[in-house]
């Protein structure tokens, strides 16, 4: 069974940072492709960056110049480092991951951590 755990979400004042954890575990093969999303109430859920196995990425326009993705492959973990925030940044932000394990190979979600940027 495999897992992705998200953290570091919570409450932060306009301008502020955060920095977002997704830690996988279980029955690992290896992880291909990693992705952070996110959801506001009322919206759909969408891109926010990605991450390839070779530290290849993409951004959201919304996103570039203030967030970083990264990712630690000894540790199975993604991050978002997330500076200058803004109250348009207020979601909940899932991770997804290419996962392959024994029985072939499939995306997963973690739960999500809430950010809300707001004073």
């Known amino acids: 069974q495999v897992r992705l755990v998200e953290s570091g979400g919570g409450l932060v004042q306009p301008g502020g940072s955060l920095r977002l954890s997704c830690a996988a575990s279980?029955?690992?093969?290896?992880?291909?492709?990693m992705a952070w999303y996110r959801q506001a109430p009322g919206m759909q859920r969408v891109s926010v960056a990605t991450?390839?196995?070779?530290?290849?990425?993409i951004y959201a326009d919304s996103v570039k110049g203030r967030f970083t993705i990264s990712r630690d492959n000894v540790k199975n973990t993604m991050y978002l480092q997330m500076n200058s925030l803004e109250a348009e940044d207020t979601a909940v932000y899932l991770c997804?991951?290419?996962?392959?394990?024994?029985?072939?190979?499939?995306?997963?979600w973690g739960q999500g951590t809430q950010v809300t940027v707001s004073s």
């Open positions: 997804n991951a290419a996962i392959q394990t024994g029985r072939g190979a499939q995306f997963y």
């Open positions: 279980g029955s690992i093969v290896s992880i291909g492709t």
């Open positions: 991450i390839t196995t070779g530290g290849g990425s």
